[in-house]
């Protein structure tokens, strides 16, 4: 423990965060969250560094989620990449294909109601750097979730690493029949544009796709919900 | 042959981890490992998820999958593919060679050169030449 705290102030990673350092959430963020996550954009953006990080980036959270998620998900922390982060540390062989080793996997902070909602303000505060996020780069079209499906799961295939529906599709990344509810359009649209701009080195490819193909993604993404085709 | 393989993967994968906590970076490929550190690294980082733990197309992702992914340790079935076509299909993806949508294209993600390494880390692990 001492260990990675060190290794995480030599890597810039322990830092003064850029919100009020006098709020409640800002103290809990402080004691509760940053020897996990990234609450000021690190120095070093290597993929040693993404092997090194326990959780998720939250130093643009502000840009990233949807607050009334934040608040309900602290409270009741559940995962969201069915092969947690970084899958390869929480992955095993088997006589079939590789299986998530349960063992491997702790449970997230939970907190109280209170705590959740002042946390959910702090992490709200973080928007990361300027043009991380190509604000209203999402158009909001609807689209036909029959059309939005064949992109997903046939000709774009993002399918192989994502489920769209509960227990279909791959685990190494996050499940997106919660991404409506977790994730602002803009941002599920920039990452998908390129992840490596957000989360540099990330197991997520680049793919270029065209500008309809971003729309129509993003929308079919933000359509779909966890009750959808179960 | 491919039991042994088997058994000798997990060794390259807390090779890696040690890796990890070390912070040592991609070291010259020794007679000993035809391969650097860094395609290691970026084998676990990205190709696992599809192409396993154990190299056999097995990954965590294939499942589900239409098409499942290729055997890294199939000397035979690797054997046959050229290193052009290995570097062209890690670069821009299965489409380009006519072959599945499931293989993305990672040219965005790894440079010519960490592509260049992993196709020697791909020979290493299939065992079946160099591939020229």
């Not at chain 2, 981890?17 to 990205?46: H, I, K, W």
Request: with cysteine; glycine share 10%; net charge neutral.
């Amino acid at each position: 423990m001492k260990l990675s705290f060190l290794a995480a102030l030599a890597m810039g990673l322990v830092a003064a965060p850029a919100f009020a350092a006098d709020s409640v959430g800002a103290g809990i963020l402080k004691s509760q969250c940053i020897s996990c996550h990234a609450v000021v954009k690190p120095d070093n953006a290597s993929l040693d560094r993404l092997w090194e990080r326990k959780g998720p980036d939250l130093y643009y959270a502000g840009s990233k989620f949807n607050r009334p998620w934040l608040e309900k998900w602290l409270q009741n922390p559940v995962r969201i990449r069915p092969a947690g982060e970084l899958y390869t540390k929480h992955i095993k062989g088997s006589d079939k294909e590789d299986v998530v080793d349960e063992s491997t996997m702790a449970a997230h902070v939970k907190l109280s109601q209170a705590d959740a909602e002042a946390v959910a303000e702090a992490l709200m505060a973080l928007t990361g750097p300027a043009g991380l996020v190509s604000k209203g780069a999402f158009k909001g079209d609807k689209v036909s979730m029959s059309m939005g499906a064949m992109f997903f799961n046939k000709l774009r295939g993002c399918a192989a690493c994502h489920q769209a529906k509960p227990g279909t599709g791959g685990s190494s990344g996050p499940e997106l029949y919660t991404a409506a509810e977790r994730l602002q359009p803009d941002y599920l649209y920039s990452y998908i544009k390129n992840p490596q701009a957000i989360d540099p080195h990330i197991w997520m490819p680049t793919l270029n796709l065209a500008e309809p193909d971003l729309q129509r993604l993003t929308g079919y993404i933000l359509q779909l919900s966890a009750s959808e085709g179960k | 042959m491919k039991m042994n393989f088997g058994q000798r993967v997990p060794a390259f994968l807390r090779a890696g981890l040690l890796m990890a906590s070390c912070f040592v970076f991609s070291g010259p490929a020794s007679a000993d490992e035809p391969y650097t550190q860094g395609a290691l690294r970026n084998y676990n980082t990205y190709c696992v998820q599809c192409h396993g733990i154990n190299r056999n197309g097995r990954g965590i992702n294939s499942r589900d999958m239409s098409v499942q992914p290729r055997d890294h340790s199939d000397a035979k079935g690797m054997g046959d593919i050229p290193n052009e076509e290995i570097f062209h299909v890690i670069k821009d993806g299965g489409l380009a060679v006519n072959k599945s949508v499931l293989m993305p294209a990672w040219g965005n993600v790894m440079n010519d050169e960490e592509i260049k390494e992993l196709v020697a880390y791909l020979r290493f692990v299939c065992n079946c030449g160099s591939g020229k």
